[in-house]
């Protein structure tokens, strides 16, 4: 759910910024691409695998698993 929100967040900034577009960019624009990549970032780590499952996976190659 928070993934989709986040997602959406992520669509609508750039969509938004289109239609106010100019040749500067202003605060509220750069604040719009620090969360598209804040979005960006919490996708790949709930898409990735994180350390525990990494370290998880070591364990069962070393035991043959």
Known sequence: MLRKTLLGIALIFP??????????QGPMEETGEELDQAAEDIGDAV???????ETGEDIDDALGN
Do not use: H, N, S, V
């Open 15 to 24: 969509l938004a910024g289109g239609l106010t577009a100019c040749d500067e």
């Open 47 to 53: 898409d990735g695998e994180g350390p525990a499952e």
